[in-house]
């Protein structure tokens, strides 16, 4: 168990605000129905034997016979409260992130008294629904620089290794696919024009006269090389008679512009100390549903009260399968700036 000062602050909050839920929904039964409404506000459910399209007219039960073929059909089934036996840490947790404070699953499942499965099982989901939000105004994080809070081991982690030890084996896979991706210059039988104006060429546009003069190819022939590695899928041309290295040459997802570096080192130190604050240290392969714990519990606008329960309602079930399966792609996304006001 966590016990610095700032965790036991949040902790005590999160009790209040369970007194306060509990006194609002009376009893498990209350939660139950809480969550039913939820799901009643989509109004209609479809029937998955005979496809008919059923009114949800009360939010009172868990499962409807349906209209035309009389089987029963479950509101809950695919939704987030999904063969859910308790409904209680299935609307208290969103409430808690909903209010900014944040605890750590160990906190949660006391906090509940359920298990720590099922608190992490909802941490989980919660997380996963978010990741799926996040926009644009994300900042892609390489996951390499949240190293340092990475501390507990996944099922990703190799056999005697340190959990970080899942990092390089991301990175060497990065590598390998990169050198993959690249295609094959040498077995492509290129010639020398052609590898020299690879080598002139970039991301960035270039004009047909600065690839002539860097070359040293005339017109015609850079005419022909260009075509020629165009229809090689190596180059791609763009408006004005410009050229670069077609996308799939580019080196995907690398952060490379020295500001672009400053800004994701920035966000992954903020996100360490959210970690180390709350939660210790986590797996590599969560890195991303933790990032996006991080953000809901600071963004107050994005998230306000309610919120949550309702996106988790909308949304479909997410199995425990999936959780198992879910890995942070190299690239962690995070949220910048924070709505907190
Ligand atoms: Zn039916």
Redesign the pocket.
């Known amino acids: 168990m966590v016990c610095n000062d700032a965790s036991k602050a949040e902790f005590a909050k999160a009790q209040m605000l369970l007194q306060a839920l509990d006194a609002e929904y009376g009893s498990e039964l209350g939660y139950e129905r809480a969550a039913l409404e939820d799901i009643a506000m989509r109004e209609t459910i479809i029937?998955k034997?005979?496809?008919?399209e059923n009114n949800i007219e009360t939010s009172e039960q868990r499962m409807l016979l349906?209209k035309?073929?009389?089987?029963e059909?479950w509101l809950t089934a695919d939704t987030f409260y999904h063969k859910a036996r308790l409904f209680r840490p299935r609307i208290v947790i969103p409430h808690i992130f909903e209010h900014g404070i944040v605890i750590s699953i160990n906190q949660a499942a006391e906090l509940l008294d359920v298990s720590n499965h099922t608190a992490k099982l909802v941490y989980a989901q919660a997380g996963i629904v978010v990741t799926k939000r996040i926009a644009e105004n994300a900042v892609d994080v390489p996951s390499q620089f949240c190293i340092p809070v990475v501390c507990r081991r996944s099922t990703q982690t190799p056999a005697r290794e340190h959990p970080a030890a899942e990092e390089l084996a991301v990175q060497q896979q990065l590598k390998e696919d990169r050198a993959a991706s690249e295609p094959h210059f040498e077995s492509r039988n290129l010639n020398e024009q052609q590898r020299q104006l690879l080598a002139a060429l970039s991301d960035e546009p270039a004009s047909f006269e600065y690839l002539s003069e860097k070359t040293g190819l005339n017109s015609a022939e850079l005419s022909a090389q260009l075509m020629h590695l165009e229809l090689l899928d190596l180059v791609q041309s763009c408006p004005g008679n410009k050229f670069k290295l077609a996308v799939s040459l580019s080196l995907h997802g690398a952060v490379d512009n020295p500001a672009q570096v400053a800004r994701a080192e920035s966000l992954a130190k903020t996100f360490s100390y959210f970690i180390k604050d709350y939660f210790q240290g986590v797996s590599r392969k969560y890195l991303q549903i933790y990032a996006s714990l991080h953000w809901i519990s600071q963004d107050r606008k994005c998230f306000p009260k309610y919120s949550l329960r309702k996106l988790f309602a909308s949304h479909s079930h997410i199995s425990y399968d999936e959780i198992l399966a879910y890995v942070t792609p190299p690239a962690v996304r995070m949220v910048t700036p924070f709505n907190t006001s």
């Open positions: 029937c034997q005979c496809n008919f349906c035309k073929c009389k089987k059909i």
